[in-house]
């Protein structure tokens, strides 16, 4: 398999990286996120008009119809910028879930304004006794004369302080934890009986509770078949934790990057700290860590075109395993480089620190996948 980038990918990635040298230096990142805002409207409006919103989305509905390695193209560049923009939530989740799923007039009503950028979109799935299966969902969905009854919560829904509408799972039949009876319903933020809670997350991106309260929905919010959703949430964080391996990837290099600065001019003893073999030992096991990751990436975004689902689950269970542990090993042997200045707000470090840190533990955490790995492998 070939895993070079294609020309597309490398100009959306040249794209990206110069729109967000523009417009997303770290100083404005930092005091907006100090104000309290978890986003930039006029960074997403810009990477609507860019075309990138819409990379994986079809042409009929505003999209230019790439694969997913089109979209990911994206998150590298956004890593390495520190963009808090809600890319996975909006896109790699809800649109894809939307585009895989949605009926002719789902994705009409829905993508376009996704693809541009005009609508924001958040996947609620994971709640307060939820564990470590997908498959355990309290939240219910009852049928009516009007349609359905949802009636439940959702906790830490990524985006979900900005999103516009919700995919939201709810369970139309068995018990929380059965593999079967579980269904996903697209759900404007502003429907009866739905409220939320928002807030800022540990590295300055937003997240929102929801309560969701007799919400009555239409037949047609039913996305996909009722009670068969189960593979489609699987698929949909898998191709998450593609993204965000992807996103570390950018991370850590710019991380990387920034403590072999500081060590070239930091000084001790009357010379430079880099020069003291013992750190240029760390900083080769830092870039080791770096490539190790791009390679395992790489695994997880092919994997995400596999028919195959155990087969799927497995590699980017792999890539994720290697990723997070990457991800604490960069970012503490980071810290511990640059000792105290890293942990101060007005430097960079300590962004890319918390980042990593999230990162680490999103779509599952080391323990999970390589748990998971360990099962598929049996």
Known sequence: MDFAPTDTQRMIADAVTALLADQHDFETRRQRIHSGATRSVALWSALGELGVLGAEIDEAHGGTGGPLADLLAVMEPCGAALVNEPLVASLVLSAGLIQKAGTPQQKARYLPDLATGARIAATAHSERRARDTLAFVETTATRTEAGWRLDGGKQVVAGGDVADLFVISARTSGAAGDAEGLSLFVVAADAAGLTRRSYPVYDGSGAADLTLDGVVVAEEALLGEAGQALPLVEWAWDRG?????????????????????????????????????????RMADLHMQVELSRSMALLAISATEEADADRRAHQVSAAKTAIATACREVGQSAVQLHGGVALTEEYAAGHYFKRLTLIERQFGDRDHHLARYARLMA
Request: proline content about 2%; hydrophobic content about 45%.
């Open 241 to 281: 934790a593609a993204a965000v391996c992807v996103e570390a990837v950018g991370a850590m290099q710019a991380l990387r990057d920034l403590t072999l600065d500081y060590i070239k001019t930091r000084e001790q003893f009357g010379q430079p700290i880099g020069k003291f073999q013992v750190l240029q030992h």
